[in-house]
């Protein structure tokens, strides 16, 4: 019984192990870098894989909500042909989650 009040004691007077604070803190940090930090660098990649393939041709979606044609790419921007006329868009404002249905732009034309 006094063993015990006697570590109580010698932990509120300050006498811890320092590595265990450490232990903790490196811990906390693979955690936070296996739940937040890796799923995010891994959707980060899928999306500029799918920004770099993209070519003369393909349907897409602008994260506006654009729906429309590659008529031409360039390193950063991309010019889409909508139902109206044409419109020039920065490369990064293509949404890699959304898809199109080309059944739907087709029949619009």
């Known amino acids: ?10 932990q509120a007077a300050g006498a811890t192990n320092d590595y265990s604070f450490l232990i903790l803190l490196g811990g906390m940090f693979i955690i936070f870098y296996l739940f937040m930090i890796r799923p995010q660098l891994k959707k980060q990649k899928e ?3 799918f920004r770099s ?14 729906h429309g044609k590659v008529i031409s790419v360039n390193e950063t921007t991309v010019v889409l042909k909508l139902d109206d006329g044409k419109a020039r868009v920065d490369l990064t404002a293509i949404s890699p989650t959304s898809s199109t249905d080309e059944m739907q732009l087709q029949a619009k034309k």
């Open 53 to 66: 393939s993209i070519g003369v041709g393909d349907a897409v979606v602008t994260i506006g909500g654009l």
């Open 1 to 10: 019984m006094t063993i015990l009040f006697t570590g109580i004691f010698a």
């Open 47 to 49: 999306a500029n894989q």
